[in-house]
């Protein structure tokens, strides 16, 4: 399909979603104010019973004595499972306000524990628990013994991007009230003591299970060698995860043909629009992010567009990326597993334009998932690269001169005089 046939398609089809979508919500506080309603009627002298654990929480706040939680859908224990982050969310359309409105009915119940403890045989206690919640492959059904109420803090910054955020409160104790089931290829990678944590991640992937399951048994300390296994932020196992799983796909597609064509894929979803742009070549990555002025991420309605990228070449990198963060991890993961799946490398462009919509966090999984299925549907073709990357910024609030002094996959296309026009912004 022509570029100008698919970009008039995709057109037709984001005014229909226009229309349909919801307003901006802040009706979220509403929300809240029933928590303590729901946490008074399940709670018996101070303890939580009958309570169902979808997952856990690794914070980051006071490293290396983090907090570490289990998290339970107060007053939702039927529909526990719908409250984990999950791929399912992008396909059952969650809004923001959905994600929101879940993340803040879990109760997080904590206890502080440094993150240089050896988790290796922590079967008992609060970190036995948490670790059992972790592993296994549906909510948990247990018992919690909690210090008092729960602090309802429900302050949501950017720094929640990742995260779940709720109430939370001091666990005394926990028990698990039923015989866990757990996958037989988890348990072979907590019974192999010398299994290199990023061995173990690649294994369970090849295995099905998505990197969503990974990342919770990794930050439990569940993944790695015997000795070495230690509690891990759930914020940065999920980045871990991504960057890992990644490399292993980069790897597989080490020596595959290149694609034949230059092709145009688009996606759309909760305020944020993903063009990738694959051309024939070997592997190169680079996601440039457009931060609109309102955005949840520029927040200043009167500021300009806020531009920022980062790349690797074939070798892959050997550092963090600077100014894109877990977004630059999510994508490339979600780019390479398309690669993967039709034998080919590419040279690849990422644009993510976050437009005013975006009126809150949700994380990374969003990124994930709306490149992961911008594949399944039609794409368009040009004839060059710079073609693609023209085409696509008639439909972005950035000018090919702004992209080149950001980008270092187009900073080196020739430059010529419209160059330094401007799109409608």
């Known amino acids: 399909m022509r570029l100008d046939d698919y970009i008039e398609l995709e057109a037709n089809d984001r005014a229909e979603r226009r229309r349909l979508a919801q307003e901006k919500s802040y009706e979220i506080m509403d929300h809240l104010s029933s928590f303590q309603d729901r946490f008074e009627g399940t709670v018996q002298n101070g303890d939580l019973f009958g309570s169902v654990s979808p997952s856990i929480f690794v914070g980051r706040s006071n490293y290396p004595n983090v907090s570490t939680g289990i998290l339970s859908p107060v007053g939702h224990e039927e529909t526990a499972a719908q409250f984990e982050t999950n791929a399912g969310w992008y396909t059952e359309g969650v809004s923001i306000s959905d994600v929101f409105e879940r993340r803040t009915s879990l109760l997080n119940s904590t206890q502080t524990t440094p993150v240089d403890t050896s988790v290796h045989d922590a079967w008992d206690g609060f970190l036995g628990v948490q670790r059992e919640v972790a592993i296994a492959d549906r909510p948990v059904q247990l018992e919690i013994g909690l210090d008092g109420s729960p602090n309802i803090d429900f302050d949501i910054t950017t720094e929640d991007v990742a995260t779940p955020t709720g109430p939370r409160a001091r666990a005394r104790d926990a028990r698990v009230t039923e015989n866990p089931h757990v996958p037989r290829a988890i348990q072979k990678t907590l019974e192999d003591d010398d299994w ?21 048994i990794l930050s439990a300390g569940a993944l790695g060698q015997g000795a070495n296994r230690r509690l891990v932020p759930t914020r940065w196992s999920i980045t871990a995860v991504d960057d890992t799983i990644g490399q292993f796909l980069r790897g597989r597609t080490w020596d595959d043909q290149g694609v034949d064509t230059v092709q145009v894929w688009r996606n759309e979803y909760l305020g944020n629009a993903f063009w990738i742009i694959l051309a024939p070549g070997q592997w190169e990555f680079e996601l440039v992010e457009l931060k609109a002025p309102g955005s949840i991420w520029n927040p200043d309605p009167e500021a300009g567009m806020w531009l920022a990228s980062d790349y690797e070449g074939k070798e892959g990198r050997t550092g963090y990326v600077e100014e894109t963060a877990g977004a630059y991890y999510a994508a490339r993961l979600a780019v390479l597993e398309q690669l993967a799946s039709i ?3 590419a040279k690849v462009l990422v644009i993510r334009h976050v437009s005013d919509e975006y009126w809150g966090p949700v994380g990374v999984w969003q990124i994930r998932e709306a490149i992961r299925h911008a594949f399944d549907g039609e794409h368009g073709e040009t004839e060059t690269f710079r073609d693609a990357v023209e085409g ?30 401007t799109t409608n912004q």
């Open 343 to 345: 034998g080919r490398q």
């Open 196 to 216: 290199a944590a990023q061995g173990a991640m690649t294994y369970l992937y090849t295995r099905g299970f998505d990197v969503y399951d990974i990342n919770t």
């Open 392 to 421: 696509v910024l008639n439909h972005v609030p950035v000018s090919m001169t702004d992209l080149r002094r950001q980008s270092t996959m187009v900073s080196g296309l020739q430059t010529n005089l419209f160059d330094f026009g």
